[in-house]
């Protein structure tokens, strides 16, 4: 089931939650929802659901505007963070709810009720623990409960939220895979919400990063990642240096030193992103920064240092796995050359002003990684 | 082992010498058996001064039976319809926003705040003699002051606040997520209310249901005032004993009282059987 929304908002008293959404979700699509808390992105999931209801615009499931469909008529799995199991229902009635609860010829007989439930057990890796209360599984057992109840009734779209965010990092980490796995298995439309990066990047085939209510960017993993649309979207998607520059006939310059070719043709004070990963030490005649070393922690696969732009004194932080050659030249009190891998470059002054708030202005970037 | 640890916690520094908890013990044991046990204990031994024999003839004569019945009477109306109350508005204030809320959980509260003697006066002004309302019901054969309808009035007006006040935060601190869960998977309204959120309060909702018998079997300000006290017909039990009290027919009155007494001992007893459970139940919601 595909869906598109449009121009959708929603006002909390004098709290602009969402500000004229738009967004289209192909069928069998796994999307994530991500986005600092206060971004709307649960608000976004819960109007999709019918749990909540836009001020304006509209929701399509299969081009079909569902706004006089309530919540219940929706076909909809919805899975909340603290798993909302009832609590006085063992897991495999808990799982058989939906079919329960339906009436005349669309509740299927108690027999095949039961075998439904055991299937989806089954299916979330639970056999045997159909007699048990919630009360008696861990947390991720609990969550897949939840998932197996709401793939119950076979819904057009499956909508979670945060659905790991009440679990340990572990588990976190085995439940994306696993719900990885899930999706390809049965294909449903799924939505999550997550504050994650990491989950959210891991997971999705397509991430919609939200901010403010609004949709910052929307793309695949990959065009999130090299390609963001603005600082914010590059901040939140890990870690960050920001480091002043300027734009000059092509080239781009950090406190005199000509760091990188820059190919486009704007002129002007930048600021230029680049992520610590994506340091590393400048072979000669390569474009480079040069930076002294303050310090250098190991810690475990990635090592960290920090290290200095002399000119201006501003501090960079570089990671490189700890098997990679460039580790040994980072020694403190070294001076070194490093090559930006990869990188974006937002002009410093908003180039915009829209109803009266700056928006950064994106004026290009480079990718030596593919030049070379 | 155990010794030695028990040795170390006498001495850990939030605990008093032995000689000042021994003191802080007796001084409430004492407390306790003078302003409680004793008359309670008292009660009974009254009861039963002239024996058994006067006991029971107390307890079995018709005026005697015709309180117990009013009372178990207008307690059997009261509180399944305060049950029924009280869920509502206590279903209505915790899941759903809606204008005016604050106002009606303060009107909840209302009959606690009143004095009973009000609580009984106000039906009195409306369905008395001279009373606004009375012209509503003066074609009819009913009569409500006097009565037995007004004594259940008033026994749902003063036992109202239990049911709702007691579900009220319990709802709140579930939420709706399950209802939503419940709702996301098919089931309409009365089969999300049947299945997921009453159960979720079904502790909860005993413990109020037995807080509001207790205290509808023994009101007696606001009953008193629209009873009129006619004996054998209009007296419910906390009546009937100030009557016996006052006509100095002792051990009639005490016997009745020590009913009331026991009728309070069992409801604490269940309270405190449920506050065992419930509390399960409630440290079991916070798990999840």
Redesign the interface.
Known sequence: MDITLSTIDKQFGQFKALDNIDLHIESGELIALLGPSGSGKTTLLRIIAGLEFADGGAVYFGGEDVAATPLRKRQIGFVFQHYALFKHMTVRDNVSFGLRVRKGETRPDKASIRRRADELLDLVQLSGLGDRYPHQLSGGQRQRVALARALAIEPKVLLLDEPFGALDAKVRKELRQWLRELHQKTGVTTLFVTHDQEEALELADRVVIMSDGKIAQVGSVDDVYERPASPLVFDFLGSTNRISAQVQDGDLVVGGQQVARYNGDQTGSATLYVRPGDLRVAGAGDPGLEVTVLNVQRTGPIVRATVEIPPTGQRLAVEVPHLHHDVKEFVPEQTLRLRLMQFSVFAAEPEFIKDGVSTPHLIGRERLRQVQ | MSAVLSGKASHSAVTESASVRRLLIAGALLFLLLFLLLPLMSVFFEALRNGIGTYVEALTEPDAIAAIKLTLFAAGIAVPLNLVFGVAAAWAVAKFEFRGKTLLTTLIDLPFSVSPVVSGLIYVLMFGASGWAAGLIADTNIQIIFALPGIVLATIFVTFPFVARELIPLMQEQGT??E?????????GW?TFW??TL??VRWGLLYGVLLCNARAMGEFGAVSVVSGHIRGETNTMPLHVEILYNEYNFAAAFAMASVLASLALLTLGLKSLLETRHGEALS??H??
């Not at chain 2, 869960?181 to 098919?186: D, N, V």
């Open positions: 997520d399950d939503q869960a419940a709702l996301s998977l098919g089931a309409n089969q299945h997921v159960p979720n079991q919601s798990k999840h």
